[in-house]
């Protein structure tokens, strides 16, 4: 199993909808997660970060976690044309006594109008 | 603005050669990443380092080289040995490699190709 796996999609959603992106984790995976935002030649920028079990709102972003389930998800609250992204679910490793990131694979977003 | 600066933003490796990608920031962290991300794929780890002159090998540092000698320096050297370069190869940092709940810096990218 690899440590953080996405769907890639493409995931379409019609403007104003929730879009709901999904991420489940192993075991070696510890309990801190990122949601980064990728758009097409460009670098990642951070949306959310969670790092307890529940809810974490930001604006049109909630970012879910559940321990018991090794699920993470980003919901996108009314959506819009410029969130057309790769999102990127990312957690923790630990190797040789450091903290290392692990990224799943991104899932495609498109947001038709 | 503190930031991470990568040059150049485009490269063209020929056969056999091997050429050198850098990577500069000034937020004073001590952790710097490499990555390599493939067209509809995640970043895959190169290299790290989380303190100057010491560094680790990530989960496909075949055909890798880097340096750590000072705080605010990573390069990257693609080597000859490294077949299919090919790829958009970012640089990240974080304020520490010690604390788990650290958030990735990237800087631009640069966009390596094969001549």
């Known amino acids: 199993q690899k440590e953080v796996e996405q769907n890639s999609g493409p995931l379409s959603v019609p403007e104003g909808a929730i879009a709901s992106l999904n991420c489940t984790y192993s075991?070696?995976?510890?309990?801190?997660f990122f949601w980064y935002r990728q758009y097409s030649g460009k670098s990642p920028e951070l949306i959310m970060s969670?790092?307890?079990?529940g809810d974490k709102e930001d604006g049109r972003f909630t970012a879910q976690l559940n321990k018991a389930s090794q699920y993470v998800s980003l919901l996108i609250r009314d959506s819009q044309p410029s969130d057309s992204a790769t999102y990127l679910c990312?957690?923790?490793?630990?190797?040789?006594?450091?903290?290392?990131?692990?990224f799943g694979r991104g899932t495609s977003l498109i947001v038709h109008p | 603005d503190g930031g991470i600066t990568q040059s150049p933003k485009y490269l063209f490796r020929k056969e056999g050669q091997n050429v050198t990608l850098s990577c500069e920031q000034n937020?004073?962290?001590?952790?710097m990443y490499w990555y390599r991300q493939d067209p509809g794929q995640g970043l895959r780890l190169i290299y790290y380092s989380q303190i100057v002159n010491d560094f680790q090998k990530g989960d496909i540092a075949e055909g890798y080289s880097v340096s750590r000698e000072k705080k605010e320096s990573f390069p990257l050297t693609v080597t000859s040995a490294q077949k299919n370069p090919t790829a958009f190869y970012l640089c990240a940092s974080t304020t520490t490699g010690a604390s788990i709940n650290q958030p990735q810096h990237f800087g631009d990218g640069t966009r390596l190709s094969i001549l």
């Open positions: 990312a957690g923790t490793r630990l190797r040789g006594g450091s903290y290392i990131p692990t």
């Open positions: 969670i790092y307890s079990n």
């Open positions: 075991d070696r995976v510890s309990q801190s």
């Open positions: 937020l004073n962290h001590d952790a």
